[in-house]
């Protein structure tokens, strides 16, 4: 019995994996450190099985050095577009991380290397929210989807254009700065309210030492209205998968 082996598949399967790899890597929510790199290396070849047969049938076999320069690029690009979702979904932990802010909370900071951010208490838990609801509204297969069309514009071993990316992380980290402000806005003022109050207090009873009663009384306002900042979570980063698809497409297209 005679078996015979695809060169040129198993070089197209190798160069795909490569790129999916370096994406989940970078991007959320596989990102997340709970997930074994096992499972992101399965995912990555699985996937790169599903889209070889579409995207490079009949590929003629690379020489070696050739094969090294084309596993370097999809390594950069998977990369380039991992790092380019990770980007507009830290608009979430951003939010949060103003709420620690103008909030009282940010002598809590810490560093959490599950989720690789070094935030306080609502950073964290706005980026645990964040990463939960790409899990349940399946906004990561979006995302994936996102990658797997990377493959028409960006065949296997091509070059991509490096200005597209850099162009796109610029304006991604604008649009992160605005989403986040988005988010955090409407509590935001209200703590901006709660200091100006403090301040008119103190300017009418010198003797009551208000400031002093500042930081209890805005981790409170913030327990109670940060309620209204997760009811509209899931919206907000519905929004946010389009827009890191639309980036994707952008970048590649």
């Known amino acids: 019995m005679q078996f015979t082996v695809?060169?040129?598949?198993?070089?197209?399967?190798?160069?795909?994996?490569l790129r999916i790899v370096a994406f989940v890597i970078v991007a959320?929510?596989?990102?997340?450190?709970?997930?074994?790199?096992?499972?992101?290396a399965i995912l990555g070849v699985g996937l790169a099985v599903a889209v070889v047969p579409t995207v490079a049938a009949g590929k003629p076999p690379l020489e070696i050095g050739p094969f090294i320069a084309a596993a370097c690029m999809e390594v950069v690009t998977g990369l380039a577009l991992g790092f380019l979702v990770m980007v507009v979904f830290s608009a979430?932990?951003?939010?949060?991380?103003l709420l620690d802010l103008f909030?009282?909370?940010?002598?809590a900071e810490g560093y959490d290397p599950g989720m690789q951010i070094n935030g306080a208490t609502?950073?964290?838990?706005?980026?645990i929210a964040a990463l939960a609801l790409l899990f349940a509204t399946d906004g990561y297969q979006l995302v994936l989807l996102g990658l797997v069309h990377s493959f028409?514009?960006?065949?296997?071993?091509?070059?991509?254009?490096?200005?597209?990316?850099a162009q796109a992380m610029i304006q991604s980290v604008?649009?992160?700065?605005?989403?986040?402000?988005q988010i955090a806005g409407p509590l935001l003022v209200v703590l901006f309210l709660a200091d100006v109050g403090l301040g008119l207090l103190t300017r009418v009873a010198p003797a009551l030492n208000a400031f002093a009663m500042g930081f209890p009384l805005k981790i409170l306002l913030l327990l109670l209205f940060v309620g209204t900042v997760f009811v509209v979570l899931p919206s907000i980063v519905s929004a946010?998968?389009?827009?890191?698809?639309?980036?994707?497409?952008?970048?590649?297209?």
């Open 28 to 40: 959320p929510p596989f990102s997340y450190r709970s997930i074994p790199v096992r499972v992101k």
């Open 122 to 127: 609502f950073s964290r838990m706005f980026q």
């Open 6 to 17: 695809d060169q040129g598949w198993i070089e197209a399967v190798v160069l795909a994996s």
């Open 240 to 253: 946010l998968t389009g827009q890191a698809v639309g980036l994707i497409s952008g970048v590649v297209g």
């Open 103 to 107: 909030g009282g909370l940010q002598l």
């Open 92 to 97: 979430v932990s951003a939010a949060g991380g």
């Open 174 to 181: 604008g649009q992160m700065l605005v989403s986040a402000l």
């Open 152 to 165: 028409g514009a960006v065949p296997l071993g091509g070059a991509l254009d490096l200005s597209h990316p």
